[in-house]
């Protein structure tokens, strides 16, 4: 049964140049109490939708003559926004089926289809809220594993609607955007609603681990590959099959490594180390990085032809500075989830404290907001946060310790904020000087990776960001 009968049936227009599909179509509709009607082009179609005849859901052939699919749906979203289309095709072409999603297709059917797929598509789509009401209020999604998508925003509320069209399609999926906000949890969603929740999610860092310890984790190893290989080890894209892979600071990854990925992403099959036989693997490939794309081609840190296999459809999250409507439904996220997990009282947001947080600038984003919250918890107080960059947030803090009527504290202080000013000049120098490759600019500051990796998430350090 497609639907319930009932005494207002949901509309649905067939738009198919094909008469033969018209009527298929119609067949398995109508008997369920569906009211089908028919045209045989994108112009119709259209036309119908700006006479304000717009129907429940709109089944759309992707191949037409005259105006194409992609671009009658382009033109009905124009007049008729919240338009629930469902493209239809007998071409798997993932870039078209995505370039659907881009122009706002709420789903997509192949051909020929049977009467569980419309099943399937429309019930969803008939008993969902319009578009544009799915776009506003708070949302708490609970991913599992501790990991929630919090959001109170539109364009957050757009994007994790794109990341559930884009994870029907098997296609490489690059998340762009600062440190902190979020890019793990799009991975997990993206999972979470793709054909392979059912198979594993692994991460990998790629930049917490050397070159060679990186290839083995990722590739895995057999007996004598290297001093120390005694049995074989299989590496993430073996133990991944059928599941998704996120690879985390992909910039960060050696280019003879790119190279290697890109052959399995072509491919599907690799090597392990020391190894002659071939591995073939069902994975889909997941990258984050928070590195400027253009920056990172242009130097040759980051392969272009790499980069355009992993980018089968890319998204930018927004910084929390952009999401302020987001800031106080995190915060007391943050403070119910938190204070659970310390088995301690979850504290009030005083409306000062409050318009601060709002006001803040949140350079390490979601991931400094929630390490805040545990700093409020520990202490047992509320108070405004504190920049983790040189400057008046800073200052002012020397001064009101200063003023406290303790000068050894104050000068305490002053010494330690003028050190830490001096480590994020020196950092900050440093990367710009290495375009921002964060390795070379811990061997010119003398430090270790992880060290650096420390400092630069502990001042909240970011390159700017860029398509």
């Known amino acids: 049964m ?55 859901v709109v089944l759309l052939d992707m191949l037409m003559p005259g105006l194409t699919g992609l671009q009658t749906l382009e ?8 338009l629930k289309v469902v493209m239809l095709s007998c071409v798997s072409d993932s870039r078209k089926i995505v370039e659907a999603m881009r122009l706002g297709a709420a789903d997509y059917i192949s051909k020929p289809f049977r009467k569980d797929d419309l099943q399937t598509v429309l019930q969803p789509l008939l008993v969902a809220p319009p578009r544009q009401q799915y776009s506003t209020g708070e949302i708490t999604e609970d991913l599992g594993d501790g990991v929630f998508f919090v959001t109170a ?6 994007l994790r609607a794109q990341a559930e069209l884009v994870a029907q399609v098997d ?59 005694t049995q074989v080890k299989p590496g993430k894209f073996e133990l991944c099959n059928k599941g998704t892979i996120l690879l985390d600071e992909i910039g960060e990854m050696s280019p003879i490594l790119q190279a290697k990925l890109l ?55 927004p910084p929390l500075r952009e999401r302020k409507a987001d800031i106080a439904i995190l915060l007391r996220h943050f403070m119910a989830t938190l204070a659970e997990h310390y088995a301690c009282p979850a504290l009030p947001i005083p409306p000062a404290a409050l318009e601060a947080c709002v006001s803040y600038p949140w350079p390490g984003n979601v991931r400094e907001m929630e390490n805040f919250i545990k700093r409020c918890l520990v202490l047992q107080e509320v108070t405004p946060p504190m920049a983790q960059t040189p400057g008046v947030f800073r200052a002012r803090a020397a001064e009101s310790v200063a003023g406290s009527g303790s000068q050894l504290n104050g000068l305490k202080s002053v010494a330690r904020s003028a050190r830490e000013d001096a480590e994020v000049s020196a950092i900050i120098r440093a990367l710009k000087e290495t375009n921002w490759h964060r390795k070379q600019a811990a061997e010119r500051l003398e430090i270790s990776y992880k060290a650096l990796l420390y400092k630069i998430r502990e001042y909240g350090i970011e390159p700017p960001i860029s398509s």
Request: aromatic share 8%.
């Open 171 to 229: 296609i490489p999926v690059l998340l762009l955007g600062e440190s902190g906000t979020g890019k793990e949890i799009f991975a997990r969603i993206i999972h979470a609603v793709s054909p392979r929740v059912h198979g594993p999610f692994l991460k990998v860092n790629c930049a917490a681990l050397p070159e060679d310890l990186l290839e083995s984790e990722l590739f895995g190893y057999e007996p004598g590959a290297f001093t120390g290989a």
């Open 153 to 158: 925003t539109p364009e957050m509320h757009k």
């Open 2 to 56: 497609l639907s319930p009968k009932c005494e207002c049936p949901a509309n649905v227009l067939v738009v198919d140049d094909e008469q033969t599909m018209q009527n298929y179509t119609r067949a398995l509709l109508e008997p369920e109490g569906y009211q089908v009607e028919t045209v045989s082009s994108g112009a119709d179609a259209l036309f119908r939708v700006q006479r304000g005849q717009s129907p429940d």
């Open 263 to 317: 052959h399995v992403l072509q491919d599907q099959q690799f090597s392990r180390l020391g190894g002659r036989s071939v591995i073939h693997t069902d994975v889909r490939v997941i990258a984050a990085t928070n590195v400027p794309i253009k920056q990172a081609i242009a130097t040759k840190r980051l392969r272009e032809d790499l980069y355009y296999r992993l980018s089968g459809f890319t998204f930018r999250l």
């Open 75 to 82: 033109k009905m979203h124009q007049v008729d926004p919240a």
